[in-house]
């Protein structure tokens, strides 16, 4: 973000973003707003699907509900308007304590089943209300985003392939997916053959969707990865443990 001057800072919100790592089902807590699940698989035959808001504070929560494509190009998550979903309603007033239920309706050709799953990004952003009482300033929003996976008819599967390389003197983790669904890496420590396991990514790491792939920055000294060696973590909450080849250069 650049900033002009401190004037212009007075007239604009700062938006936090809160992406979510949790077990389908959970709910999850960020500011004032609820929100539950915080993931949804939907399945293939079926044509919409809901999720609830509440308002645990006591002010009252205004925010505008987007529906995105979700897919990753150069390693990145990219997201792009799609009318394939829809959120409704698209805008909403929560009171405190009051809930708001709303529904993710799958349109048009989108609303057909296919053989691999699809990806899409829910996006809540709260809305800054300006307070007559308030002081010039900063106001502090939150972006929250919820996965969204519509299954695919075939068997979930997915078919990772690991490697690490060196670009511009760093090492990174791609991590490409050739399978029919999503894989979600969190908790990533490497091992190389005969030394000590130091972690690569604590937390969520994020997700390689169907067909594409992941890329990763890692904070170890490339000569680190110079004979391979093993990484393991949770793939889709499950511990598992996959070894690489000794780092190469990238193209």
């Given amino acids: 973000m650049q900033i002009v001057s401190s004037d212009l800072i007075k007239r604009f919100a700062v938006v936090f973003l809160v992406t979510f790592f949790a077990l389908p089902g959970k709910l999850l807590l960020a500011a004032g707003l609820q929100i539950a699940p915080v993931s949804l698989s939907i399945p293939a035959d079926k044509k919409a699907d809901e999720v609830w808001l509440r308002n645990a504070s006591t002010e009252t929560v205004h925010a505008q509900v987007r529906v995105y494509r979700w897919s990753q190009d150069q390693g990145e998550d990219v997201l792009t308007a799609d009318n394939g979903m829809v959120a409704s309603p698209p805008m909403v007033q929560v009171e405190p304590g009051q809930q708001q239920l709303v529904r993710l309706v799958r349109v048009g050709p989108m609303a057909a089943p296919a053989a691999t799953e699809r990806t899409y990004r ?19 929003v939150f972006r929250y985003s919820v996965p969204v996976f519509i299954a695919g008819t075939a068997p979930a599967k997915p078919q990772l392939e690991w490697s690490v390389q060196n670009i511009g003197g760093r090492a990174w983790l791609l991590v490409k997916n050739s399978g029919n669904s999503h894989s979600q890496l ?3 420590a490497f091992t190389p053959p005969g030394g000590k396991t130091v972690m690569a990514a604590s937390g969520l790491a994020g997700y390689v969707l169907p067909g594409q792939y992941r890329r990763l920055q890692l904070s170890m000294p490339p000569n680190l ?3 391979g060696g ?10 598992a443990t996959t070894h690489v080849a000794p780092i190469s250069k990238a193209p």
Avoid: R
């Fill in 122 to 140: 829910l996006l809540i952003d709260e809305l800054p209300i300006k307070k007559v009482t308030s002081k010039a300033g900063l106001d502090f």
């Fill in 186 to 188: 969190a908790e990533l």
């Fill in 225 to 227: 990865f110079a004979q």
């Fill in 230 to 239: 093993a990484f393991t973590g949770l793939i889709n909450g499950v511990k």
